[in-house]
């Protein structure tokens, strides 16, 4: 069962875009390497200090060993420093299983790309909310434990769509130069 990651960091005032560089530079790839997939990187249009992201992994198994593996690795130790310094939040995140998963282009923009000046808008509701017409994505919240402690989430059940539709209240989202889901 795909196991995705929604992940909203709050960060120092202005450096969101110094975080983005150093994520498409350095951090993409060296995930993507030890077993998951870097499927969107997104600024936060309504919150100038918010970077959010989405990443997928085939299964739990595949999650503990590829976090384990990128964690305890030498691209995490030689960037976590710099990553960290941007920082203050990172524990809104959540464990989510596809109802209806991403569609994605087969490869991934290159370094330098321009953003694709797109919206797309992330919607968190209870699980009972109706399925919203037009659905990039529909994810609810994972039936299981965390096993990776180290990387909190949270466990309220929600239902995650993203839309291109304006929905008010809900996350308004700009895709990055590198990210997948544009």
């Known amino acids: 069962m795909t196991v995705i990651e929604l992940r909203q960091y709050t960060l120092r ?3 969101r875009d ?4 150093l994520f498409e530079r350095e951090l993409v790839e060296s995930q993507e390497e030890c077993g998951m997939r870097i499927v969107g990187t997104f600024r936060d249009l309504d919150d100038p200090d918010r970077f959010v992201w989405v990443r997928s992994f085939a299964d739990l198994e595949t999650r503990l060993k590829a976090l384990t593996a ?3 690795g030498p691209v995490w ?3 976590r420093e710099r990553a960290n310094a941007t920082m203050l939040d990172v524990s809104d995140a959540r464990l989510l299983s596809p109802v209806r998963d991403f569609t994605l282009p087969g490869s991934r923009p290159g370094h330098g790309a321009e953003p694709p000046g797109t919206t797309l808008t992330a919607v968190v509701e209870p699980p009972s909310a109706p399925e919203r017409p037009g659905a990039l994505a529909v994810l609810e ?3 299981a434990e965390n096993d ?4 909190p989430v949270r466990t309220d059940r929600v239902r995650v769509t993203f839309t291109r539709e304006d929905v008010p209240g809900a996350l308004r989202l700009s895709p990055t130069g590198r990210s997948l889901l544009r």
């Open 13 to 15: 005032p202005g450096r």
């Open 18 to 21: 110094e975080l983005i560089d």
């Open 70 to 72: 990128f964690y305890g």
């Open 77 to 79: 130790a030689a960037h």
């Open 141 to 143: 919240t994972l039936d």
């Open 148 to 151: 990776f402690p180290r990387l």
